[in-house]
């Protein structure tokens, strides 16, 4: 079954960051969606986001696999890093969504606290999982997980674009069906929005017109003081077939 792919996505600097330091790439042709967040207050994260992504649809235009492309980016902000001293402690995160058209299958590819949420059968899920100290730890049984949001360290990241060499890219494979929707935000988003009132958001998302739906988390976000910059993007897919051209007379 073939599959129509619609995307939009926005990236704002929020109402207390004097940078915008997220970098957003969308590209509903090529099914492709990329969120990477600079690490805040870190010496040229506007920089490192933006080279995590271009290195990211820079490969994945060439074929290359999600985990290899996110691992080149990498090794390009590590080898930014290397000559030039000033930027050393830069770093990104990324969630990368790459739905191959026509067939429905995607790949995700992450790192970091960014997220990407889904919307499928009627169930709305998180399918990332945050790459930071305080779920490391409750991951490992040392802190209730009730003690998770708000916690003091909840910022500290323990997997980031820039931090080694041989970095662990989390990898997810699977097969959209039609109506699914995927929603990938930076963390700045997650700050100020509960799970259940993007669950409300993306529910109520017109496939039609993706960049309203957008723009009102957007704004939403903003209302809400905002406290880090906000990337959202939201894409959908139907199996809607596109209009078929008629043959032009002789």
Known sequence: MSFRIRAFGRSDVGQVRRRNEDTLAVEPSRGIVVVAD?????PAGDIASALAVQEVVRGL?????MAEAIGRANRKILELVAARPAFAGMGSTV???RLVPGTGRFILGHVGDSRAYRLSGGVFTQITEDHTLVRDLVRSGKLPANQEKGHPLSHVLSRVLGSEDDLVVDEIEGVAKDGDRFLLCSDGLVKVMEDSELEDRVRGADPASLEEAVGGIVEEGNLRGAPD??????LAVDASPFPQRLPTSP
């Open 61 to 65: 235009h060439a074929g290359e696999g």
């Open 38 to 42: 600079g690490m805040g207050g870190a």
């Open 229 to 234: 910059n906000i990337t959202v993007a939201l």
């Open 95 to 97: 969630t990368a969504l």
